[in-house]
């Protein structure tokens, strides 16, 4: 009976699965969706993956020029909601109003970000601007990497609104770095990529990234090495790597580095950038003032970094001078060559230090003893 009761308990289990073969879940779905509620997403962007039909002509025109009456009418919550309908459906179609040439869906996301922006909704608006950007790579690329440009650094550098006035909204350096190292890579050109990398750095080093920081300065000079942004990437290049050195007892990587940076830039930028057609009289002067107080500062940097070298060398020669015979290879040939190679590398490194004046000493005293 027991048996029984068992083979008939899995033929039924083998019926049922059977029959859930039958129909797939997508096939279900389907059926059950009608043509109106089927989503109609963007392809080849990094919102949406599938490659569906865009909207029909008319009715993307219709939500437009309902959209513009709304906004008129000063029903901003409503132009709003018709604008954004365009994030997630695609509108290629253009029409003629007043004489101008209207790219209906890149137009209303842009309206949907402007509307945004002034709500105090400044994400919201940079992915409405950052789908246009990789969207609809014919519309007005400047005006959109402006305004790209123009949200992310207020994102990273003001004081975010409050959600509906009432709610605070909290700063990501991580999104923040995220936002502008897009722009970077949307807007390959001298006028906004630089830009783009270089508050990208500022963000960075502020939030203790300096690897993230470092990556962001040498893309621009790698990159961009004409663009004037590269006068203050090769200073904040010599400043992280000064912050490193930990002194001339360790290692000297890190001050090799620095003193590399502060020397090219002395040498490069002896004479200031020209003023750049991509920015104003006022930011010229800014970076006109900016730029005669780096260059004090690297001259001291530069200085800095030699004598740290240079008592680093010292350190070294006395090291060679007192153990050298215990490790070295013919140290009896070699005598105290090893150890003046050092201190004369210390004179030579920075002559003005008190290191070079030791080590001057070092040298006087080893060259007595062999006479």
Known sequence: MKMISYSLS?????????DCWSVSPGANRNRNLSQQDKE??????GFFSKNRDPLENDQAKAWFLEAEEERKKGNLRKALSLYENF??????????KDKIEIQV???????????????????????????????????DFERVT???????????????PKKWGVF??????????????QIAGLARG???????????????IKDNKEDEAVDALERLINLYPDNYLCEKAYFQLAQIFENRVAGPEYDQGATLKALNFYEDYLILFDELPPKSKHESIEDYKVRLDESN???QIAERGRKKMRETLAASKVMVGKYIEKYGKYYLTHWRELGNKPALQFYNEAITIAPESGAAREAEKKVADLRGRNE
């Open 10 to 18: 899995l033929v039924l289990f083998c019926f049922f699965i059977t």
């Open 40 to 45: 109609y997403l963007f392809p080849g962007t």
């Open 87 to 96: 994030s997630k459906r695609r509108s290629d179609y253009i029409f003629k």
């Open 105 to 139: 869906g890149p137009e209303s996301l842009y309206q949907a970000a402007i509307l945004r922006e002034s709500r105090g909704d400044w994400q919201k608006a940079f992915e409405h601007l950052k789908l246009i950007a990789e969207a609809y790579t014919d519309y």
């Open 146 to 160: 402006e305004s790209l440009m123009r949200i992310a650094e207020r994102l990273a550098k003001e004081k975010l």
């Open 168 to 181: 605070p909204r909290f700063r990501s350096g991580t999104q923040d770095r995220l936002r502008l190292n």
């Open 190 to 204: 001298p006028k906004f990529a630089p830009r783009a990398l270089m508050a990208l750095s500022e963000i960075a």
């Open 293 to 295: 107080a780096r260059t």
